[in-house]
């Protein structure tokens, strides 16, 4: 299953960034598009990374908006529920 969500996600766009604010300013948004959306991708910004990697940021993210994170690539994160 996992492999056709990577296929669909090719398909959409970006409607989430995570910038200097961080993952929990965007908690609320991703939740409320997981509950519409089959799939959302979200991007994370410079800004947003630090110390941090994308892999360890989209992990937290998930964790937080109690999803499956499908995949990371590159800067961009793939969630499904």
Request: net charge negative; proline share 0%; aromatic share 4%.
């Amino acid at each position: 299953m996992t492999k056709d969500y990577r296929a669909k996600a090719q398909e959409i766009d970006v409607t989430v960034w995570v910038g200097k604010e961080g993952i929990t300013s965007v908690v609320d948004e991703l939740d409320d598009q997981l509950s519409n959306e089959e799939l959302v991708k979200v991007k994370f910004l410079r800004s947003a990374r630090g110390k941090k990697g994308t892999d360890e940021l989209a992990e937290e993210l998930a964790d937080a908006v109690e999803a499956d994170l499908i995949e990371t690539r590159g800067n961009t994160a793939v969630y499904h529920r």
